[in-house]
């Protein structure tokens, strides 16, 4: 079974820069039609969408993250990054990595912390 675990969760200021990882055991994307997923959930709010990533590499970003957020992957290291620019306290969040295939696969990471604040 595929487990996803979340790191680089940190305190940062705001207009600050954070990449946070998510390392996939075994090869994600060898699982046919894997996509790969960025949500935060903030206090009092529901879980939402950041990113998202295909397997053929396409990628959707949130309006409200739209030209700060980037997601990318590194196959050979089993990795997929969120790249957060230009911070702001509304970003504070903890950050969950999903893989999803089809209706039957789906596998959610720990989650990871990330906090925007002077």
């Known amino acids: 079974q595929v487990q996803l675990v979340e790191s680089g969760g940190d305190l940062v200021q705001p207009g600050g820069s954070l990449r946070l990882s998510c390392a996939a055991s075994g090869s994600i994307w060898r699982i046919p039609a894997v996509a790969m997923g960025w949500y935060r959930q903030a206090p009092g709010k529901q879980r939402e969408l950041v990113a998202f990533?295909?397997?053929?590499?396409?990628?959707k970003i949130a309006d409200s993250v739209a030209g700060r957020f980037t997601i990318s992957r590194d196959n050979a290291k089993n990795t997929v990054y969120l790249q957060m620019n230009s911070l702001k306290p509304e970003d504070t969040a903890v950050y969950y990595c999903n893989a999803r295939s089809g209706v039957s696969f789906d596998v959610w990471g720990q989650g990871t912390q990330v906090t925007v604040s002077s």
């Open positions: 990533m295909n397997s053929s590499g396409n990628t």
